[in-house]
């Protein structure tokens, strides 16, 4: 199975950047594959953040567009936070999945089949 342990998470000032890491093991055992940044804070429900795929296709929710950039290499997946606001807070958590990103990819968090155990992001 694949494994996914993030990194990176930490408290930062509005407007300033944080680069989150997910490595990925065993990523080779998935021939395509999409892997995705989600985020979950108290109260609301799991958010899809970013996501890129085995072909480099990226997407990304409109709320980080522009301040957001996800990328791979090898085993690890990344994800560059600029200009952070307060709402960005929370729980980010990577997931992989042995499909190509779709349009389900930001949404049916459900669909992905390895999680990682998060990492806590907080912007004040």
């Known amino acids: 199975d694949v494994q996914l342990v993030e990194s990176g998470g930490d408290s930062v000032e509005a407007g300033g950047s944080l680069r989150l890491s997910c490595a990925a093991s065993r990523l080779s055992t998935y021939g395509t594959f999409c892997l995705a940044w989600f985020r979950q804070s108290s109260g609301k429900e799991r958010e899809g953040v970013a996501a890129i795929d085995s072909d480099d296709k990226t997407m990304y929710a409109d709320s980080v567009k522009g301040r957001f950039t996800i990328s791979k290499d090898k085993s690890t997946l990344s994800l560059q936070m600029n200009s952070l606001k307060p709402e960005d807070t929370g729980t980010y958590i990577c997931?992989?999945?042995?499909?190509?990103?779709?349009?389900?990819?930001?949404?049916?968090?459900?669909?992905?089949?390895?999680w990682g155990q998060g990492t806590q992001v907080t912007v004040s």
């Open positions: 997931a992989a999945d042995p499909a190509r990103c779709g349009s389900w990819s930001l949404s049916a968090w459900y669909q992905y089949n390895a």
